[in-house]
């Protein structure tokens, strides 16, 4: 196997093993999901460092913990090193302190055959994104699971939809879309620039969602034409700043996170 190292442990979540377990099973604890909830096709989560965000993510995983998930799409942006269209990675396995997460490499060759997407690793060496959602993966899911990351830069709806679409419906497999909204303004005008992306979410509509409005717009947009397109409808789990961790409420960072399910 090909492994990717952790690019952001000790940044973003911690590189011990058993602290990391233990930070992301304080969060899930946080959290008292509905029981019986299905497993929904579908979720939104953030990817800032586990101190600002990792609350707002944890409303969504709790609601995997202890299920039976076989493979998880994950779709967000790059940061780091700019992408045309989608970026699947060359690796065949993902590290985190807590361990190895094999890629799902049908699922890579599915998408390179179909052009739908270029098979590089250099968007995913640095990028954080993604990766901060292994973790919480590892903790929740009842078994083995692969994972399919997949980079979505500057791109057409129709262009980045159509990706998700060709991998996202096999039985057992659950689509994150990974991204963060506003960024670095005041908490109250962030809270209004948000509510507007908020609704433009539940509204699945994704064309009222511009690049300022979430790093991974171009993700977002296609997992919001993607639910439309297959009966997925939102449902907002959670909504916060990064002031209520912080205590800056002059430069924030806006998270959220939703389910899409039948």
């Known amino acids: 196997m090909s492994i990717r190292p952790p690019a952001v442990a000790g940044m973003f979540y911690p590189a011990d093993p058993g602290a990391l377990a233990g930070s992301v099973d304080r969060l899930l604890g946080t959290v ?6 299905p497993v929904a096709g579908a979720y939104v989560v953030p990817h800032a460092g586990y101190r600002y965000s990792g609350g707002t993510a944890a409303h969504a995983y709790a609601r995997l913990r202890g299920r039976a998930v076989d493979r998880v799409v994950i779709a967000g942006p790059a940061h780091r090193v700019p992408v045309r269209g989608c970026a699947v990675p060359a690796a065949t396995g993902w590290a985190t302190p807590l361990g190895v997460v094999p890629v799902d490499v049908d699922g890579v060759a599915t998408l390179a055959a179909a052009g739908l ?35 979505i830069g500057l791109s057409t709806v129709e262009e980045s939809g159509a990706a998700l679409a060709a991998v996202a419906d096999r039985p057992g497999t659950v689509l994150l879309c990974s991204t963060d909204l506003s960024h670095y303004q005041p908490e109250s005008v962030a809270q209004a620039q948000d509510a507007g992306t908020v609704r433009a979410v539940l509204d699945l509509a994704p064309q009222r969602i511009g690049a300022r409005d979430a ?9 919001l034409a993607h639910a439309r397109a297959t009966g997925l409808r939102p449902a907002l789990l959670h909504q916060t700043t990064s002031a209520r961790a912080s205590g800056d ?8 996170s939703f389910a899409l399910a039948r």
């Not at 409420?249 to 959220?256: I, K, L, N, S």
């Open 32 to 37: 008292a999901a509905a029981p019986g909830e």
């Open 117 to 151: 997407a270029t098979v590089d690793d250099a968007p995913f060496v640095p990028e954080h994104s993604l990766e901060v959602q292994l973790p919480f993966l590892q903790r929740v899911c009842a078994g083995p699971f692969v994972v399919l990351p997949v980079a």
């Open 215 to 223: 790093c991974g717009a171009f993700a977002l947009r296609a997992l």
């Open 249 to 256: 409420t002059g430069r924030v960072v806006g998270y959220a």
